[in-house]
């Protein structure tokens, strides 16, 4: 496996459900994220984790939380969604926030539907 | 706030050339990027632009101006595989890339 493996791609849910995203990273990066990617909206940073610690998060409601056991996985752990956070969830992953270019690796997301 | 500004569509024909624009207001620069994304896939890093210029990579340039809030995204010899959306993003901190909502590109024969 390389590059930012997401699971699982496709999740519908209801509204009283719990379930949870997995993202894992092949890079050796340090950093890792959840975006939000709604049709024709910028993506939303909604966390970041740098060395495993929580570093930004966005404003995010509590019915998402997230988690990263280790510099290689993140977890988004869903409950009571509402059916305004259907959308696309992307991780990534990046080498260093805080030199060069940062540039970030994605995932190729989990299609989210809450009914 | 963040505002990043770019076209919702932009179609062109097999060969052409196309320039997608990107404005920017932002609280801080680091660095503006161009990402591309084919429906269903992640989105693919193109190009990093932190100084005012032009940037070549083969048939994708990228161009910055700082004092204008401003840059171009310009994809020469299109084609078809170019039909995607293209993503301009801001970083403005550390960790923090604020995203545009994107200009999809649909490449005609």
């Known amino acids: 496996e390389t590059g930012v493996t997401q699971t699982p791609r496709h999740l519908v849910m209801g509204m009283t459900n719990k379930k949870s995203l997995k993202c894992e990273q092949h890079?050796?990066?340090?950093?890792m994220y959840w975006y939000k990617q709604s049709a024709k909206k910028p993506l939303e940073l909604m966390f970041v984790y740098s060395l495993e610690e929580r570093v930004e998060n966005n404003s995010v409601p509590s019915r998402f939380s997230p988690e990263c056991p280790n510099s290689s996985h993140l977890f988004l752990h869903l409950h009571t969604l509402q059916p305004e956070d259907s959308a696309l969830y992307l991780c990534a992953s990046s080498q260093d926030p805080s030199s060069g270019a940062n540039v970030l690796t994605f995932g190729a997301g989990s299609r989210l539907t809450v009914l | 706030g963040q505002n990043i500004d770019q076209p919702t569509e932009m179609t062109a024909t097999e060969g052409a050339i196309v320039q997608i624009n990107c404005t920017y207001q932002?609280?801080?620069?680091?660095?503006l990027f161009w990402y591309q994304q084919h429906a269903g896939e992640a989105p693919t890093f193109l190009s990093y632009?932190?100084?005012?210029g032009l940037e070549e990579k083969g048939r994708f340039s990228s161009f910055l101006s700082r004092s204008k809030g401003y840059s171009y995204l310009l994809l020469k010899e299109l084609q078809m595989k170019d039909s995607a959306s293209y993503l301009c993003?801001?970083?403005?901190?550390?960790?923090?890339?604020?995203f545009g909502a994107g200009t999809t590109v649909t490449v005609r024969a």
């Open positions: 890079l050796g990066h340090n950093a």
């Open positions: 932002t609280s801080g620069f680091n660095g």
């Open positions: 632009n932190v100084l005012d």
């Open positions: 993003a801001v970083r403005d901190g550390d960790y923090k890339l604020s």
